[in-house]
């Protein structure tokens, strides 16, 4: 792969904050494991262009983001507003 086509390819990264996913799994009452899970993918829905701004969008986002962690064997696991 060429340097222009790696940079084409490039989307950006996903940081996630452990003591944050610590404390969302805590009140949403699954493990610190699921929420960091639940991060990554609601991170690069982002960067692949998804968002939650408005009534639709937000459907949208939730519903690739649901079909995407049952995949995983986490389809208990649901966003928090806070997300």
Known sequence: MSATEEAASYLGD????????RAQSAAAGH???A?????????????????????????TM????????HSLGLESVLPTEND
Do not use: C, N
């Open 35 to 59: 929420e960091m899970m639940l991060l990554v993918v609601h991170g690069v829905l982002h960067l692949l262009g998804y968002d939650h701004s408005d009534a639709v969008q937000k459907e």
């Open 14 to 21: 996903v940081i996630v904050s452990f003591p944050r996913a």
């Open 31 to 33: 493990t610190v494991g």
């Open 62 to 69: 939730w519903r690739q983001q649901s079909e995407i962690l």
